[in-house]
C-alpha cells in the first residue's frame, strides 16, 4: 500500500508502562476509494481518525493498524489479480469477437452467393418463358410482365454484385493491398459480370436487328438475343457449388497453401465432385449442355427454318446426333452461330463420353484390397482342391492295389498313375498358375514402387537443386550487403575523423597562442 509505519525508540524500564507512540502516514489516497472503505471499516476509532494525520498509538491500536494495513495489502493484491483476468478475458472476447465476426461474413458470403444462383435460375426461366409466348401466341401482358420480373431480377444481382466487390476492396484497404483493389484483373472482372448480370432486355424495348448469313437476311429480335445473353449467368451456379465444399475450415486452408493446392479454382472443383459423385457431375453437365445448347441453335435457326426449330426437341435431338457423332442428316444448322454452336457441342460431347467410359471403367476394375481378397480367394479354393484330388487319388490307388492283389492280378503302376492322377495333377496346376499370377503382381507391386521411389527421388533432387539456388542467390544478397555495409562505415570513419579533425585544429592553434604567450 506504500504506507510506513515508524515504531518509537526504546523507552527506558520506568516508562515501560507507559504508552508507546508510532506515528502513521496515511498514503490511502492511491488506493482505490472501494478498498479506503473497507480499510476505515475494519479499523477501531482511534486508528480510523488517524488515517487521515499521525497519531501516537498504543500496542493495541498497532496491532489493529498492522491488522488493517495486512488486509488492505491483500485486497490490493486481489484487485491486481482482478485486473488481469479481467484484460485477459476482455483479450479473449476480442479474439472471439473477431472470429464470430469472420464467421459472420463468411456466412454472408455464402449466403450471397447461393442468391446470386437462385436469382439467375429465375432470370433464366422468365427470359425463357417471355420468348416462349413471342415466338407462339405474341401476348404482350405476359411478355411485359416477365420482361419486368428479368429486370428486377437483374438490379438485384448488379446490386449484390456491387455490394460484394466494395467489401473485397474494404478488406484490401484493411491488409494494406490497395494496389489489388484497382488492378486491372480485379476492374475487368468486375466490368464483364456487371456487364453479364445487367444484360437484358426491359419491357419498353421491343426491336429488333436483320442479318444476311448464307444469302438470306434474318430478322432477330432484341428478347431472343438477350435471352442468350442471360443464359451465360449459369456460371453462378459453379460458385454455389463451390460454396457447398466442405473446406471452410481455417486449418484446410492453412494445410492447402503449404501443400500449394488451389481449392479456390473451378479446375479443383471439377477434380473434387468427379471423385466424389462423378455419374452425377457428367449426367448434369450433359443436361446443362444440351438445354443451352438446342435454346441457343432454336433462337438462331428460327428465322431460317421455322417449321423444324419451332419444336425445342428437333434441336436438342440435332445436338444429341452431333454430340455422339452418328449425324444423320435430317436436321442442319443453316446459320453461322447454329454451326459454331454444334462445333462446340460436338467437342464438349467427345470429352464427356471419354469421361463416362474412363468412370465406367475405373467402377469396373477391382481396387487394390479387392484384388488381394480375390487373389487370397483363388489360392485357398486351389488348395482344397489339390487336397481333395490328392485324398481321391490315395483311395483310389490303395483300392486298386487291394484289389489286384486278393484277385492276383499283375500290377501297372503307369497305367493306374494315368488313369487316377489327372484330378490331382490338373489342381496342382491350377494351383501352379495361382502362385504364378501373385508372384506376376508382387513383381508388378515392386515395380510400381520402385518407379515411384525413383519419381520421389527426382524431385527431392529438382527442390534441393531449386533450394540451393536459393541459398546461393541469399549469400550473394547478404555479401553485397556486406559490402554496402562496409562502404558505409569506412564513410562514417572518414566522416567523423574529418569532424574530428575540424575540432582539434582551433584547440591546437590557441595552446600555440597561450605558449608563445
Not at 442471360?230 to 459453379?238: G, N
Not at 481449392?263 to 477434380?271: C, D, G, Q, W, Y
Amino acid at each position: 500500500t506504500g504506507s510506513t509505519i515508524a515504531s518509537t525508540p526504546a523507552q527506558s524500564p520506568s516508562n515501560q508502562n507507559s504508552k508507546s507512540a508510532i506515528p502513521v502516514h496515511s498514503k490511502l489516497a492511491a488506493v482505490h476509494p472501494s478498498t479506503v472503505q473497507n480499510i476505515q471499516s475494519t479499523l477501531p476509532e482511534s486508528t480510523a481518525s488517524s488515517t487521515s494525520s499521525p497519531v501516537m498509538l498504543s500496542r493495541r491500536g498497532r496491532r489493529d493498524s498492522i491488522d488493517a494495513w495486512s488486509l488492505a495489502s491483500a485486497q490490493m493484491e486481489v484487485s491486481k489479480e482482478e485486473l488481469q483476468n479481467r484484460r485477459a478475458t476482455t483479450k479473449d472476447m476480442s479474439y472471439l469477437k473477431s472470429q464470430v465476426r469472420k464467421k459472420a461474413k463468411a456466412r454472408e458470403r455464402v449466403v450471397e452467393t447461393h442468391l446470386q444462383s437462385m436469382l439467375s435460375l429465375v432470370a433464366m426461366f422468365a427470359a425463357i418463358c417471355a420468348s416462349e409466348i413471342k415466338f407462339h401466341s405474341n401476348e404482350e401482358v405476359a411478355i411485359a410482365m416477365f420482361k419486368s420480373v428479368v429486370t428486377l431480377v437483374s438490379c438485384m444481382q448488379c446490386w449484390l454484385l456491387i455490394r460484394q466487390r466494395v467489401a473485397i476492396m474494404e478488406t484490401m484497404y484493411r491488409r494494406g493491398k490497395a494496389d489489388f483493389a484497382w488492378s486491372k484483373k480485379f476492374v475487368t472482372s468486375f466490368v464483364v459480370e456487371l456487364a453479364v448480370l445487367g444484360t437484358h432486355s426491359p419491357p419498353t424495348v421491343d426491336s429488333s436487328i436483320s442479318i444476311t448469313q448464307l444469302h438470306i437476311q434474318a430478322e432477330y429480335h432484341w428478347d431472343h438475343i438477350a435471352t442468350c445473353f442471360i443464359m451465360l449467368r449459369s456460371y453462378t451456379l459453379i460458385r454455389s457449388l463451390k460454396a457447398y465444399l466442405t473446406f471452410a475450415d481455417d486449418q484446410v486452408h492453412i494445410a492447402a497453401k503449404l501443400a500449394k493446392v488451389p481449392i479456390k479454382s473451378t479446375l479443383f472443383l471439377l477434380k473434387y465432385y468427379m471423385r466424389e459423385t462423378p455419374f452425377t457431375l457428367l449426367a448434369l453437365l450433359f443436361v446443362s449442355m444440351l438445354f443451352v445448347g438446342s435454346y441457343i441453335i432454336r433462337i438462331a435457326e428460327m428465322p431460317y427454318d421455322r417449321e423444324t426449330h419451332i419444336y425445342f426437341w428437333n434441336s436438342m435431338w440435332l445436338l444429341i446426333v452431333t454430340s455422339s457423332t452418328v449425324g444423320y442428316g435430317d436436321i442442319t444448322p443453316n446459320t453461322h452461330i447454329g454451326r459454331f454452336v454444334a462445333f462446340t457441342v460436338l467437342l464438349l460431347g467427345l470429352m464427356l463420353t471419354s469421361l463416362l467410359v474412363a468412370v465406367f471403367a475405373n467402377s469396373v476394375t477391382l481396387n487394390s484390397r479387392e484384388s488381394r481378397f480375390v487373389e487370397t480367394a483363388r489360392e485357398l479354393a486351389a488348395r482344397n482342391a489339390q487336397k481333395q484330388a490328392a485324398a481321391i487319388f490315395v483311395q483310389k490307388w490303395y483300392r486298386s492295389l487291394s484289389d489286384r492283389k486278393s484277385k492276383h492280378q499283375p500290377v501297372d503302376k503307369k497305367a493306374m498313375l494315368a488313369n487316377f492322377a489327372r484330378p490331382f495333377l490338373k489342381a496342382s496346376s491350377k494351383m501352379a498358375k495361382v502362385k504364378e499370377d501373385k508372384d506376376i503382381h508382387v513383381d508388378i507391386l515392386v515395380f510400381e514402387m520402385h518407379e515411384r521411389l525413383e519419381s520421389m527421388r527426382e524431385s527431392m533432387r529438382l527442390e534441393s537443386k531449386k533450394l540451393k539456388r536459393r541459398v546461393d542467390s541469399l549469400e550473394r544478397s547478404l555479401e553485397k550487403s556486406m559490402v554496402q555495409n562496409k562502404k558505409m562505415i569506412t564513410l562514417l570513419e572518414q566522416i567523423t575523423s574529418h569532424q574530428q579533425q575540424r575540432v582539434v585544429r582551433p584547440l591546437s592553434r590557441s595552446s600555440k597562442i597561450e605558449q608563445d604567450q
